[in-house]
């Protein structure tokens, strides 16, 4: 395959709607009024609900429906082709749902009577690099969407994979709960998917070569360009040390559980609990079992030289310990466990003993019955027969091997050895199987 047919295959421009619908379908999108409005407020209750009772599919659905991604494409669009004043609608629109976001969720959260902050909430307060990399990639995929006349299902996953709605409903949290970290940790979040998302919007757009639609002066797109380019790298800087500091724990935490794993044993003790804290460099291990001298508590401390654990300190704490006597009385459980345990193994063999000479005895009654009704028999064995079929269901019957020294009657035999037996043992399912003795 050329090149060019590779180009091809990338090339979006005959998908592309007219450059005048394109525009109408962002103008429309940056206003909440009407259907968008009350969408709006339906999706902020949602997510706080969803928030408040930890359900992801709940704040999977407030994502989906809203409304959030309109005005922050307007206003990458509208700095792509200088349309300032599309800028200033979008962007007073975008400010009034994040106040409304903002007020709902606090008024929400402070008359909630769940107030614990659950995982999913809690993974709204930890922004880092990677959250700009979505926020990228997800307002590319948007505003590619938004341009082609096969729109699909991607505006909606762009909306979940940006994820603009829980963060603020979680900045809510932190207003109405006075929990400061939570609410930075969350708006810069927020901040960071809109930045992101509007700057692969423009990028998008200036690429795609959209038209612009409002003559602007040089010295204007310059100091729009400089704005822009200040406003992504102060959103960007934190998020980077933020992503290397991430990076650090995880590497930390990797560590931690292999030394904990592989070199924490203590004999005549059990490792009851362990505690990694990547952000203090702190690990705690707690045992149960015989009193730990403080030196072997150095010993296995020590190892700790031996993975990549700098400036890590190791706590080892006794969760309970036994002293000599309740060594004995261990012992000596353990003692009569064994034994309890062999007596049954003792008594489980000797059942299979006496199952083994009833059966001997059993064939040696029955070649005495069958000699004098069929004189053709010579010898007799009897077995308790275990079939599995294909569902591994269980089905056993008494079987019945009898050897024979007439060739010529092995069906005739068969049939009335059989009915025989079943009245023999009284019972329905029986098998007879006959050998000819030479």
Not at 91 to 119: K, M, Q, R
Not at 287 to 301: F, H, M, Q
Not at 319 to 331: A, I, M, N, W
Not at 406 to 425: H, P, V, Y
């Amino acid at each position: 395959m050329k090149f060019r047919d590779i180009a091809k295959k990338f090339n979006i421009k005959s998908e592309q709607e007219p450059h005048d619908v394109i525009h109408d379908t962002v103008e429309k999108g940056i206003y909440f009024k009407g259907t968008n409005l009350w969408i709006l407020i339906f999706a902020i209750l949602i997510a706080c609900v969803g928030l408040n009772v930890n359900s992801t599919a709940v704040i999977i659905g407030a994502m989906l429906i809203s409304p959030l991604m309109g005005p922050i494409l307007g206003m990458g669009y509208s700095l792509a082709t200088y349309d300032f004043g599309l800028f200033r609608k979008a962007l007073t629109n975008f400010g009034f749902a994040v106040f409304a976001g903002l007020s709902a969720s606090t008024l929400y959260f402070l008359v909630t009577p769940i107030s614990e902050a659950h995982s999913e909430l809690l993974a709204r307060t930890s922004p880092n690099i990677y959250d700009v990399i979505i926020a990228l990639v997800g307002g590319l995929a948007g505003i590619v969407a938004l341009s082609s006349k096969q729109k699909g299902n991607v505006i909606p996953g762009v909306a979940i994979a940006t994820a603009l709605m829980p963060p603020l409903c979680t900045a809510g949290y932190g207003l109405a709960n006075g929990a400061w970290t939570y609410f930075f940790g969350a708006f810069y979040l927020f901040t960071i998917n809109t930045v992101f998302i509007g700057v692969a919007t423009l990028i998008a757009a200036r690429f795609l070569k959209y038209p612009v639609w409002h003559y602007a002066e040089e010295g204007t797109r310059k100091v729009a360009n400089r704005w822009v380019s200040v406003i992504v790298t102060v959103t960007m800087v934190p998020s980077i040390y933020f992503g290397y500091m991430l990076v650090r724990q995880e590497r930390f935490t990797q560590e931690a559980n292999a030394y904990i794993r592989n070199d924490t044993y203590i004999e005549g003790d059990y490792l009851l609990k362990s505690e990694v804290d990547p952000a203090k460099k702190t690990i705690r291990l707690i045992y149960g079992g015989r009193l730990i001298p403080e030196s072997l508590k150095e010993d296995v401390a020590a190892k700790i030289r031996y993975y990549r654990l700098t400036g890590a300190s190791v706590t080892i704490q006794q969760g309970f310990s036994v002293d000599d006597s309740d060594d004995q009385v261990l012992v000596m459980d353990r003692q009569q466990t064994e034994i309890s345990r062999l007596r049954q193994d003792l008594e489980k063999s000797l059942r299979m003993q006496d199952s083994l000479r009833t059966q001997q005895e059993l064939g040696r009654q029955l070649l005495n019955e069958l000699k004098p009704l069929f004189p053709e028999v010579v010898s007799c064995g009897t077995a308790e027969q275990v079939v599995f079929d294909d569902s591994l269901r269980m089905t056993s019957y008494p079987s019945l091997f009898v050897g024979t020294s007439d060739l010529g009657k092995t069906s005739e035999q068969r049939r009335r050895i059989e009915d025989w037996f079943k009245s023999r043992l009284t019972k329905d399912s029986v098998k007879v199987y006959i050998e000819p003795v030479l």
